[in-house]
Every structure is written in structure tokens, then in C-alpha cells.
């Protein structure tokens, strides 16, 4: 069983920093892309960054130059680096790993429970 666990989350002014990051239970192997997503009450979910096994990587426009996502295979576990927080960056933030089945094909999901960011202006 995959499990997500984010931490990292908080509250910060304006123009500050904050690292989320996502440790995921077992090996992380194979073809997968693990991203960050975030959604506000009443709207979709949507991508904020991704990063492919391959190491590309993939950002909203909103986070271009201010966000940055990483990992470290050795510990499991994703980052996300966010700088020059905006009050409109305030929301939840969700982990998601997406792995490909290379023997039925298809691809499955795993989300982490969510951390919550609020940016203060």
C-alpha cells in the first residue's frame, strides 16, 4: 500500500518561503510522475509542478520562477521549494504520485492527505 505523507506547510507573509515536502511509503521505481497540486474551496484541483522519472520537470504559469520541485530518491520523498509567496498562493496543497503499470498498463494514482499554506499580505 503507497502512502503520501506532506509536511511542510504553514503560515508565512508575503514575499517569504516555505518547503513542502512528500514522503512516499516504499520504493519509488519504474515510470511515474510525482507533482504537486493545489485547490481552492469550490474550484478543481490543479497542477502547480511535476517532475517525471526522467527528471523533467513542468510548471503552472502562476508558479514559473518562484516555485521549484525536486526530490531525493534515496529518502523517498518530493519538494517543493516556494519563494515570493503571493496571498493568492493560499490553499491547499496535495502530493501526487502516479505510477505506470508496465506489466497491465494504465497509470494509478496516490494523493497525500494535503497541508494547508496561507499567505499573509
Known amino acids: 500500500q503507497v502512502q503520501l505523507v506532506e509536511s511542510g506547510g504553514g503560515l508565512v507573509q508575503a514575499g517569504g518561503s516555505l518547503r513542502l515536502s512528500c514522503a512516499v511509503s516504499?520504493?519509488?521505481?519504474?515510470?511515474?510522475?510525482m507533482g504537486w497540486y493545489r485547490q481552492a474551496p469550490g474550484k478543481q484541483r490543479e497542477l502547480v509542478a511535476s517532475?517525471?522519472?526522467?527528471?523533467?520537470?513542468n510548471y503552472a504559469d502562476s508558479v514559473k520562477g518562484r516555485f521549484t520541485i525536486s526530490r531525493d530518491n534515496a529518502k523517498n520523498t518530493v519538494y517543493l521549494q516556494m519563494n515570493s509567496l503571493k496571498p493568492e498562493d493560499t490553499v491547499v496543497y496535495y502530493c501526487?504520485?502516479?505510477?505506470?503499470?508496465?506489466?497491465?498498463?494504465?497509470?494509478?494514482?496516490?494523493w497525500g492527505q494535503g497541508t494547508q499554506v496561507t499567505v499573509s499580505s
Open positions: 501526487n504520485y502516479r505510477k505506470f503499470n508496465s506489466v497491465r498498463g494504465g497509470w494509478t494514482d496516490y
Open positions: 516504499g520504493s519509488i521505481f519504474g515510470i511515474y510522475v
Open positions: 517532475i517525471t522519472s526522467g527528471g523533467n520537470t
